[in-house]
C-alpha cells in the first residue's frame, strides 16, 4: 500500500507538470498566433519549466494522501501553490529586469488556466476515487482500541462515509493484554487508539502490546467533548505539541487576510467617498457636536483601539453609566435614526480597516467593560478575538446583531474563525448588501 501511494505521488506530480507547460504553452500560441507573432518560444518555454518545478517544490504537502481529507483544503493547497509560484516569477522578473520580455497577458492567462486545470483534476480523481472506494476498492482496514464516546463517534463517521475507504475490522473495548497481543498479529493496515489523554499508564500499555504490530498506529485524542479552534498538531523546537485553540491568521493566510482588507477598503473608500461626505454634512447639520465618534473596542489577543463611526448620539451620553444595548433609545435625530437603522454609522471603520486595527470580514469588537463581562459569562467568548473585528461577519448576515442574544453570536463567530477562507470572507461581503445593512435588529 506504501508503495502504491508513492507511485501514484509521484505521477500526480508528472501530470501536474505536464500540464502547468501545457497550459503555458496553449496561451503561448493562442497569444502569438492573435496578438503577437513575434514571441520568443525558447525563451517562454525555459520559464515554464522553472515555473512548473518551483510549483512542485511549493506544493509538497499536496502530495501527501488526502484520503478522508477535506476536498476545499486541497483546491486551498493547490491555489496556495499557484499563488506562491507565480509570485516568485514577478519577483525574479522584476529583479532580473526581464519584466519586458514576457507578455502580462500570457503571464496572467497562464496562471488562471493552470489554476483552473490543477483543481479541475483534483475534483475529478476526488469524485472518481470515492466512487470506487464505496464499491470495495482501495479500502484500508481498521481496527478501534477504546470503549468511550470518541471511540463510538469514529465507528459511526466510518460507517457514514463508506467514500473514504476506511472499514472497521473490530473495536477492541476490553484492554485485556491478551486481546491487545492478539491485534498486534492482525494483517491491518491502521489501529486507531480512542484512549483518554489523561490516563499514561493505560497508553504505555497498549503501545507495548502493539509494538510487534506492523499496521500504520494513530491515536484519536478525546477532543469531541470541547469546543476547539483550529486544533492540531505543531512542532515547536523539535517537540510535537498538539494546538487545542490557534488563530487561522498565520503565514500565507495573514498575508492574504491583509491584501483583501487592505486592496478592498481602498477600492470601497474611493467608491464611498462622496456618500460619506454627504453623511459627514448631515451629522454636523442635524445635532451638535463631532461628526465621527470613537470608542474603545477590544480586538485581535485582546488589544485595545479606538472604533470610528460616524456619531448617531448626544455628545455627553456616555459620560454617566456605561449600559450595554439599548441602541434604539440612543439615537437623537430622525437622521441619526436613519443611520443606525441603514449600518451607514458603520462606514468609517474602513479607516480602521486601513490602520491594520479591524478586518472588513470578522466578529465585531466589544467595549471592554462588556469584555470583561461576558468572558465570564459567556462559554468560548474569548475565543472571537483570535483574529482581527470585522466591520461586518458571519453572525451579522445571519441577524445576530443589536441586542440579539449573544451566545448564539458567539457561536456563529467561531464558525467563522474555524472555517476561515477568503471564499468565506467575499461570500459574507456579498450578503452583507442583501442583509447586512438594513435589518430589523439594525439600530
Keep these: 500500500m506504501a508503495a502504491s501511494f508513492i507511485i501514484n505521488s509521484y505521477l500526480i506530480r508528472v501530470f501536474d507538470f505536464v500540464i502547468i507547460n501545457l497550459v503555458g504553452l496553449g496561451t503561448f500560441f493562442a497569444i502569438q498566433y492573435f496578438k503577437d507573432p513575434d514571441l520568443d518560444l525558447q525563451r517562454y518555454a525555459s520559464l515554464m519549466v522553472l515555473a512548473s518545478l518551483a510549483y512542485l517544490v511549493l506544493t509538497n504537502r499536496a502530495y501527501r494522501s488526502w484520503r478522508g481529507g477535506n476536498l476545499m483544503a486541497l483546491f486551498g493547497q493547490v491555489a496556495s501553490g499557484v499563488l506562491k509560484t507565480w509570485i516568485l516569477i514577478l519577483i ?15 503571464l496572467g492567462s497562464w496562471a488562471i488556466m493552470s489554476l483552473v486545470l490543477l483543481c479541475g483534476s483534483r475534483l475529478f480523481s476526488y469524485v472518481l476515487i470515492r466512487r470506487y472506494r464505496s464499491k470495495g476498492v482501495n479500502l484500508r482496514h481498521i481496527a478501534i482500541v477504546g470503549s468511550g464516546g470518541t471511540a463510538d463517534e469514529i465507528a459511526r463517521r466510518i460507517s457514514e462515509s463508506p467514500w473514504s475507504g476506511y472499514r472497521v475490522q473490530l473495536q477492541l473495548k476490553d484492554l ?30 497498549v503501545m507495548e502490546h502493539l509494538q510487534m504490530s506492523t499496521a500504520t498506529i494513530r491515536f484519536v485524542p478525546d477532543w ?17 505539541m498538539i494546538d487545542l485553540y490557534g488563530t487561522p491568521m498565520t503565514g500565507m493566510n ?12 481602498i477600492l470601497i473608500l474611493v467608491f464611498i467617498s462622496p456618500l460619506m461626505l454627504i453623511l459627514a454634512i448631515g451629522v454636523k447639520l442635524s445635532s451638535p457636536g463631532p461628526v465621527f465618534y470613537r470608542q474603545e473596542r477590544v480586538g485581535w489577543n485582546g488589544e485595545v483601539f479606538e472604533i470610528y463611526k460616524f456619531r448617531t448620539m448626544p455628545a455627553d451620553l456616555e459620560e454617566g453609566k456605561v449600559v450595554w444595548g439599548g441602541s434604539a433609545n440612543k439615537s437623537v435625530t430622525s437622521f441619526s435614526k436613519w443611520l443606525r437603522s441603514t449600518s451607514l454609522d458603520e462606514l468609517p471603520q474602513f479607516f480602521n480597516v486601513l490602520q491594520g486595527k479591524m478586518s472588513i470580514v470578522g466578529p465585531r469588537p466589544e467595549r471592554p467593560v462588556f469584555v470583561e463581562q461576558f468572558k465570564k459569562e459567556i462559554p468560548g467568548y474569548m475565543k472571537k478575538h483570535l483574529v482581527k473585528a470585522g466591520i461586518t461577519g458571519w453572525a451579522q448576515i445571519h441577524g445576530w446583531r443589536g441586542d440579539t442574544d449573544l451566545t448564539a453570536r458567539i457561536e456563529h463567530d467561531l464558525y467563522y474563525i474555524e472555517n476561515w477562507s477568503v471564499w468565506l470572507d467575499l461570500k459574507i461581503i456579498f450578503f452583507t448588501i442583501f442583509r447586512g445593512f438594513v435589518n430589523k435588529n439594525a439600530y
Design 224 to 240: 469531541f467533548s470541547f469546543r476547539l479552534i483550529n486544533h492540531g498538531v505543531s512542532e515547536v523546537l523539535g517537540m510535537q
Design 176 to 205: 485485556d493484554e491478551g486481546k491487545l497481543t492478539d491485534l498486534a498479529k492482525q494483517p491491518l493496515n491502521e489501529i486507531w487508539l480512542a484512549l483518554p489523554m489523561g490516563d499514561g499508564s493505560q497508553m504505555r500499555m
Design 254 to 265: 495573514l498575508f492574504l487576510k491583509s491584501m483583501e482588507d487592505f486592496c478592498l477598503s
Design 92 to 106: 525574479w522578473l522584476v529583479f532580473s529586469k526581464s519584466t519586458e520580455m514576457y507578455s502580462r497577458l500570457w
